[in-house]
């Protein structure tokens, strides 16, 4: 069994809340615009971090991070994005890989709005940490943690915090 932690949008904001949240999971991922390469060498000094570059990232980050990132967790194909949509709406630029090799989680931020969506017709979760970062139009900061044991995606929880 793994324990994730997951938020997006940052735009180069951390503080000890979310590091709080963060503290009991295995690894960190980050669903981009992470705004600061030091959001990210805040995070690893806690844990592991897997990450994309979302759409304001500089190079520093797109040069150590890529755009869509793919990986197996326990049983569970993962797929991450900056820019992904969500069902009934994938973005263009990630639909065809989704439609021809479905991940069984697909992860993306941007919206800054929270979203866990089931994907009945393709049979994938779809997560959408929202913002944690102070930037945008969000009234709340949110990130999430779960769990994946083996095939199993399971006891998310949400952090809220008020901006």
Do not use: C
């Amino acid at each position: 069994m793994k324990k994730i932690g997951l938020f997006s949008d940052t735009h180069g904001y951390i503080d000890d809340k979310l590091l709080d949240f963060f503290k009991e999971v295995d690894e960190v991922w980050h669903a981009g615009d992470i705004g600061d390469i030091s959001v990210i060498e805040k995070t690893e000094m806690l844990k592991p971090v897997r990450a994309v570059f979302g759409n304001i990232d500089g190079q520093d980050v797109r040069i150590r991070y890529p755009e869509n990132n793919r990986f197996k967790v326990e049983d569970v194909d993962v797929f991450i994005t900056h820019i992904g949509g969500y069902p009934g709406r994938y973005d263009k630029r990630v639909k065809s890989e989704i439609l021809k090799e479905t991940p069984d989680l697909f992860i993306s931020g941007h919206s800054h709005i929270l979203k866990v969506i089931y994907d009945n017709k393709l049979n994938l979760l779809h997560i959408n940490p929202g913002a944690y970062g102070k930037s945008g139009f969000h009234k709340v900061r949110t990130a999430v943690r779960f769990e994946i044991d083996g095939k199993n995606i399971k006891s998310l929880e949400v952090l809220e915090v008020k901006r």
